[in-house]
C-alpha cells in the first residue's frame, strides 16, 4: 500500500503547479486524502483536505484562496493545483489518507511517502 506524490518543481514567485498524489496496492477513493507539507526543521503542517466525495473540502489558511485540491476517483488521483506560488510555499508535500474524512490527521507511525519538493525562488 503505497501513495506516490509527484509534480513538484521550481518555480518562480508567482507560478502554478499541480501536484498528484496517486494510489499504489489499494482504491484511494473509500479514503479522504489530506495534502501536507514540511520544510526542514519544522513540524508537517495540513495544507489541504478533500472527503471520499469532495463534499468536504479544507484548506489552511495560508493557502486558501491559491490552491484548489480536487480528485479523480475513476484513476485513483488527488491533485493540488498550487497557484499565486509564494517562496513560503516552498517545502517538500506530502499526500495522506483517511477513512474517517477530513481533517485527516496521521498517527505518528504513518508510513509517509517521498513527497515531491515544491521549491518556489526567482
Known amino acids: 500500500l503505497q501513495l506516490v506524490e509527484s509534480g513538484g518543481a521550481l518555480v518562480q514567485p508567482g507560478g502554478t503547479l499541480r501536484l498528484s498524489c496517486a494510489a499504489s496496492g489499494f482504491t484511494l477513493h473509500y479514503y479522504a486524502v489530506g495534502w501536507f507539507r514540511q520544510v526542514p526543521g519544522k513540524e508537517r503542517e495540513g495544507v489541504a483536505c478533500?472527503?471520499?466525495?469532495?463534499?468536504?473540502?479544507d484548506y489552511a489558511d495560508s493557502v486558501n484562496g491559491r490552491f484548489t485540491v480536487s480528485r479523480d476517483d475513476a484513476i485513483e488521483t488527488v491533485y493540488l493545483q498550487m497557484n499565486s506560488l509564494k517562496p513560503e510555499d516552498t517545502a517538500t508535500y506530502y499526500c495522506a489518507t483517511s477513512l474517517w474524512g477530513c481533517p485527516v490527521e496521521p498517527s505518528s507511525d504513518f508510513d509517509w511517502g517521498r513527497g515531491t519538493q515544491v521549491t518556489v525562488s526567482s
Open positions: 478533500i472527503s471520499t466525495s469532495g463534499a468536504t473540502i
